[in-house]
């Protein structure tokens, strides 16, 4: 069920001999993301809500909320069809396995015993009843109104009925372990071998795994988004990673970081990747994916669900970083993550972006003709995509106001006073984003900044 008390153990290995080949592993690990994604979604505290549906979660209607289960409950289907035809006897001897492995000894609970010729027969009623459940949610999908206590009855159905199943329950329970590169291992393996602690050890290569799980999600939560017919069932893998960092956050707070002095290096670390968790999954639970499942077109839908998923992908990048460089100064990152862009490299690029948004906003201001507002408009929307996201939280609301404001269906030069506003805006984030440590042998070269404190100049920044 998480992290809350304990960290979970992964009982499949990477190289078990009892897969008949990768594919069969990958079905198998989706096949859990969305079980547990779908037990998220289900609670109220993982779905992507603003304050105000929070506040008011009885009065909310959940039509479209079924909609999206019911998007994933057949993609299940599909999946364990897949999974079924990779082989009947090695899917038994895997499925023994893993009953074997969550079973926890002296728990009185044994294993179901299976033999190859029951194997097909038992997953063919899996298939059979993800089906049933895909064509009663169809229904109703199609309901004017389902409220709360509906809801929540039918996930406490779906979620029980699938739960008490021999084949499908041991994914609740067990936890499918990432498989993660070469490279990867080694680096870690180099951390975990620079522990002096034996107890600590365990729990930061745990704590590694979770983290890299989660990233795993967040490159399948884009990947499910791919289809423009099905793309809202990805809101359940967003689900399954807000309730996963909770824990995981729970997990760090509660049971690793008092094992450490609270002015250490390794507390004070700890303490950072925890805040991180908290605010970039309230970025994208709060603000990215608020009425995403109501909206209806699916270039916007695919948008919204792409930003989240950078977002998310970036705090495990970042976290597995931090995580690592808290405990050994020796890392490099890029063994970990070769797409990893460093901090530098990202303060760097914001800059740029944020130095071409001020270009844009000046030359309408020179010239407020139609022309240059759609330039201005087209460059707020790119920014929106990309460097938005390395910006603090507060600052993306305004962003999204003059986004909202310069795009509607006005004459030009009555946004010049919004246009002057703006850059004035942006001057100042530029100046405060100079501030950051990183920057300090990086002067800013792009335009004149005005009276104040010039960019990488002295000054703690908002940003660093």
Same mark, same amino acid.
């Not at 009892?18 to 289900?42: A, I």
């Not at 084949?167 to 080694?186: C, M, Y």
């Not at 310069?406 to 984030?429: C, D, I, M, N, V």
């Given at each position: +069920?998480?992290?809350? !008390?304990? +960290?979970?153990?992964?009982?499949?290995?990477?190289?078990?001999?009892?897969? $008949?080949?990768?594919?069969?592993?990958?079905?198998?690990?989706?096949?859990?993301? !969305?079980?547990?994604?779908?037990?998220?979604?289900?609670?109220?505290?993982?779905? #992507?809500?603003?304050?105000?549906?929070?506040?008011?979660?009885?009065?909310?209607?959940? &039509?479209?909320?079924?909609?999206?289960?019911?998007?994933?409950?057949?993609?299940?289907?599909?999946?364990?069809?897949?999974?079924?035809?990779?082989?009947?006897?090695?899917?038994?001897?895997?499925?023994?396995?893993?009953?074997?492995?969550?079973?926890?000894?002296?728990?009185?609970?044994? #294993?179901?015993?299976?033999?190859?010729?029951?194997?097909?027969?038992?997953?063919?009623?899996?298939?059979?009843?993800?089906?049933?459940?895909?064509?009663?949610l169809d229904e109703l999908s199609r309901?004017?109104?389902?409220?709360?206590?509906?809801?929540?009855?039918?996930?406490?159905?779906?979620?029980?009925?699938?739960?008490?199943?021999?084949?499908?329950?041991?994914?609740?329970?067990?936890?499918?372990?990432?498989?993660?590169?070469?490279?990867?291992?080694?680096?870690?393996?180099?951390?975990?071998?620079?522990?002096?602690?034996?107890?600590?050890?365990?729990? =930061?290569?745990?704590?590694?795994?979770?983290?890299?799980?989660?990233?795993?999600?967040?490159?399948?939560?884009?990947?499910?988004?791919?289809?423009?017919?099905?793309?809202?069932?990805?809101?359940?893998?967003?689900?399954?990673?807000?309730?996963?960092?909770?824990?995981?956050?729970?997990?760090?707070?509660?049971?690793? @970081?008092?094992?450490?002095?609270?002015? $250490?290096?390794?507390?004070?670390?700890?303490?950072?990747?925890?805040?991180?968790?908290?605010?970039?999954?309230?970025?994208?639970?709060?603000?990215?994916? &608020?009425?995403? &499942?109501?909206?209806?077109?699916?270039?916007?839908?695919?948008?919204?669900?792409?930003?989240?998923?950078?977002?998310?992908?970036d705090l495990h990048q970042q976290s &597995?970083?931090?995580? @690592?460089?808290?405990?050994?100064?020796?890392?490099?990152?890029?063994?970990?993550?070769?797409?990893?862009?460093?901090?530098?490299?990202?303060?760097?690029?914001?800059?740029?972006? +944020?130095?071409q948004l001020v270009k844009a906003t000046?030359?309408?201001?020179?010239?407020?003709?139609?022309?240059? =507002?759609?330039?201005?408009?087209?460059?707020?929307?790119? /920014?929106?995509?990309?460097? +938005?996201?390395? =910006?603090?939280?507060?600052? !993306?609301?305004? /962003?999204?106001?003059?986004?909202?404001?310069?795009?509607?269906?006005?004459?030009?030069? $009555?946004?010049?006073?919004?246009?002057?506003?703006?850059?004035?805006?942006?001057?100042?984030?530029?100046?405060?984003?100079?501030?950051?440590?990183?920057?300090?042998?990086?002067?800013?070269?792009? /335009?004149?900044?005005?009276?104040?404190?010039?960019?990488?100049?002295?000054?703690?920044?908002?940003?660093?």
């Amino acid at each position: +069920m998480g992290l809350q !008390w304990s +960290m979970p153990r992964f009982t499949v290995l990477e190289t078990s001999a009892l897969f $008949s080949n990768r594919v069969k592993y990958d079905y198998l690990f989706e096949m859990e993301m !969305w079980l547990k994604g779908l037990e998220r979604f289900f609670q109220i505290d993982c779905l #992507p809500l603003s304050a105000f549906e929070r506040s008011h979660a009885s009065l909310k209607n959940y &039509v479209e909320e079924v909609g999206a289960v019911r998007a994933g409950v057949a993609h299940m289907a599909m999946l364990a069809t897949q999974l079924l035809g990779e082989g009947k006897e090695g899917l038994a001897s895997f499925l023994l396995y893993l009953d074997s492995q969550v079973t926890r000894t002296g728990s009185g609970e044994m #294993p179901a015993r299976r033999r190859g010729e029951n194997a097909e027969t038992e997953f063919a009623l899996v298939v059979e009843k993800l089906d049933d459940f895909a064509k009663i949610l169809d229904e109703l999908s199609r309901a004017p109104f389902v409220p709360l206590q509906t809801y929540l009855s039918l996930g406490r159905i779906v979620v029980g009925t699938l739960r008490q199943d021999p084949n499908l329950g041991v994914l609740f329970r067990g936890n499918l372990r990432p498989v993660l590169d070469k490279e990867s291992k080694q680096s870690l393996g180099r951390v975990l071998g620079s522990l002096p602690e034996p107890a600590h050890r365990g729990a =930061l290569a745990a704590l590694f795994v979770a983290l890299f799980k989660g990233l795993r999600y967040a490159e399948r939560a884009r990947t499910a988004a791919e289809s423009p017919a099905t793309r809202k069932r990805a809101l359940l893998i967003f689900s399954l990673l807000k309730g996963e960092s909770d824990s995981i956050a729970s997990f760090i707070s509660k049971r690793l @970081a008092p094992r450490f002095p609270e002015v $250490s290096v390794q507390a004070e670390g700890l303490r950072r990747i925890v805040a991180a968790l908290d605010a970039e999954v309230r970025k994208v639970m709060d603000v990215e994916l &608020v009425d995403v &499942v109501l909206m209806k077109d699916p270039a916007l839908v695919l948008t919204r669900l792409e930003d989240a998923a950078a977002l998310l992908r970036d705090l495990h990048q970042q976290s &597995v970083i931090s995580l @690592a460089e808290t405990f050994s100064s020796g890392l490099d990152e890029r063994t970990l993550f070769p797409e990893y862009r460093t901090r530098l490299d990202q303060s760097l690029v914001l800059r740029d972006e +944020m130095a071409q948004l001020v270009k844009a906003t000046h030359e309408f201001v020179k010239a407020p003709d139609k022309k240059a =507002l759609r330039v201005l408009v087209a460059e707020l929307e790119s /920014f929106r995509r990309s460097g +938005m996201r390395h =910006l603090m939280f507060k600052d !993306w609301s305004l /962003f999204e106001r003059f986004l909202a404001g310069f795009a509607r269906e006005r004459p030009p030069r $009555s946004f010049l006073p919004a246009a002057h506003q703006f850059e004035g805006f942006l001057k100042t984030l530029v100046k405060e984003i100079g501030k950051r440590s990183v920057l300090a042998n990086h002067p800013f070269k792009g /335009f004149r900044l005005e009276a104040g404190t010039p960019a990488g100049g002295p000054g703690a920044s908002r940003y660093n």
